[in-house]
């Protein structure tokens, strides 16, 4: 079955410096959502990607999907505090309108 | 505007119990998920529910079993809770269609002794 891979598990970053998670997939995807989950609360959903290649920003994030439709990335500049989390990436396969497959997070700490 | 709610919050079970969480949407969504949340494993699908009427296996099924009573209300069972069913559980519901995002409850923090 689909499974989608994501690196870092744990990001700690000092504020105001920029990072990067990344998501894969071991098959091609129809679309990838973005999801963050603040502690002790729940996912909520960031933005959507569908098309190769894409590259959509919400401030100072920038998603992007990789030009093969297997992969994608979250970077985020000037880190703020008000950025700890957890953000996933969840899948979509293309045979499967209602399954999202989710990577494992990558949890985001910042140092002051 | 509640969107989708939970309950319980929390419970504490004792190995063989049984317990139903439960799940409704006010956003008019047909479909419904439902997710276990462990640490280092991310979101896994136990159950989900395109529509009304229909429901399938996800990623985890076992020892899980879910009803759609209407359009807005789906619910999980536990017939006998293991220790291994320690988890936070979430539901979400979704408009048809692949582009459309899941909107999640709060969870239930369930722990089984």
């Known amino acids: 079955g689909q499974q989608v891979m994501q690196i870092p598990q744990y990001q700690h970053v000092q504020e105001g410096e920029d990072f990067t998670t990344y998501c894969n997939s071991s098959?091609?995807?129809?679309?990838i959502q973005w999801y963050k989950q603040r502690p002790g609360g729940h996912p909520v959903f960031l933005i959507q990607?569908?098309?190769?290649?894409e590259v959509k920003k919400q401030k100072r994030l920038t998603f992007q999907f990789g030009e093969a439709k297997k992969n994608s990335s979250l970077h985020i500049t000037a880190t703020q505090t008000t950025d700890v989390g957890t953000y996933f990436c969840a899948g979509r396969e293309i045979s499967n309108d209602y399954k999202l497959s989710f990577g494992a997070g990558t949890t985001v700490t910042v140092r002051a | 505007n509640a969107g989708v709610t939970q309950t319980p919050k929390f419970q504490v079970l004792k190995t063989g119990q049984s317990m139903t969480l439960q799940c409704a949407q006010d956003?008019?969504?047909?479909?419904m998920y439902w997710y276990r949340q462990d640490p280092g494993m991310g979101l896994r699908l136990i159950y989900y529910s395109a529509s009304e009427g229909t429901t399938d296996k996800g990623e985890v099924p076992n020892g899980y079993n879910v009803s759609r009573l209407n359009k807005r209300e789906f619910s999980l069972r536990l017939e006998s809770a293991a220790p291994s069913q320690t988890s936070v559980y979430f539901c979400a519901s979704s408009l048809t269609g692949y582009n459309q995002p899941q909107h999640f409850g709060d969870g239930t923090r369930l722990s089984i002794l």
């Open positions: 098959t091609t995807l129809s679309n």
């Open positions: 956003m008019n969504h047909n479909s």
């Open positions: 990607l569908v098309k190769s290649g």
